[in-house]
T-cell receptor, first 111, second 116 residues
């Protein structure tokens, strides 16, 4: 059974600081997704990572995937208040359409 | 492209009544649609997977007689919560996949259900 863990669960950080959110998963997968969720809203797609070593960057966010270690990271550079949200990773087990979501990381960026 | 809508966005119903939520793919054909439930401050939990024209596949612990799913066309899936109770109050999110390229799911805006 595919299990997905994120850490930390909560993250409070000062503006301008850097931090990394980790997403570990338990079985083979070659598709990993990162989403942002604002309170009361649905999911906003951030990154789609489809191969080992994939790295994608958008603004202050950068995501990477290591399929051998079964690990993805979401790195935040020079955080700003607008990045405050909950971030989820989701992993699709090989050969299936189904996503298993991580526990989520609630990020609060303090001005 | 890849827009998914849900209707209604919010619904309040009385205990014991049924409520239907619609999920539509607006600009692509969705061979597979998914229904998720999200309780406050928790992650998304997959409830069921539906393929057009066939019965939905429910995840373990999800009552199929309580959560009726119909995927009658390539652009529409419905979730009916039957005999709703306060514990069914939740945020319901659907997603749709065209089944090609990266098998990516496109998420709807969600429906907030409150059962009184």
């Amino acid at each position: 059974e595919l299990k997905v863990e994120q850490n930390p669960l909560f993250l409070s950080m000062q503006e301008g600081k850097n931090y990394t959110i980790y997403c570990n998963y338990s079985t083979t997968s070659d598709r990993l997704y990162w989403y942002r969720q604002d309170p009361g809203k649905s999911l906003e797609s951030l990154f789609v990572l489809l191969s080992n070593g994939a790295v994608k960057q958008e603004g202050r966010l950068m995501a990477s995937l290591d399929t051998k270690a079964r690990l993805s990271t979401l790195h935040i550079t020079a955080a700003v208040h607008d990045l405050s949200a909950t971030y989820f990773c989701a992993v699709a087990a090989s050969g299936t359409y189904k996503y298993i979501f991580g526990t989520g990381t609630r990020l609060k960026v303090l001005a | 492209g890849a827009v998914v809508s849900q209707h209604p966005s919010r619904v309040i119903c009385k205990s014991g009544t049924s409520v239907k939520i619609e999920c539509r793919s607006l600009d692509f054909q969705a061979t597979t649609m998914f229904w998720y439930r999200q309780f406050p401050k928790q992650s998304l939990m997959l409830m069921a997977t539906s393929n057009e024209g066939s019965k939905a596949t429910y995840e373990q612990g999800v009552e199929k007689d309580k959560f009726l799913i119909n995927h009658a066309s390539l652009t529409l899936s419905t979730l009916t919560v039957t005999s709703a109770h306060p514990e069914d109050s939740s945020f319901y999110i659907c997603s749709a996949s065209s089944g090609v390229s990266s098998y990516e799911q496109y998420f709807g805006p969600g429906t907030r259900l409150t059962v009184t």
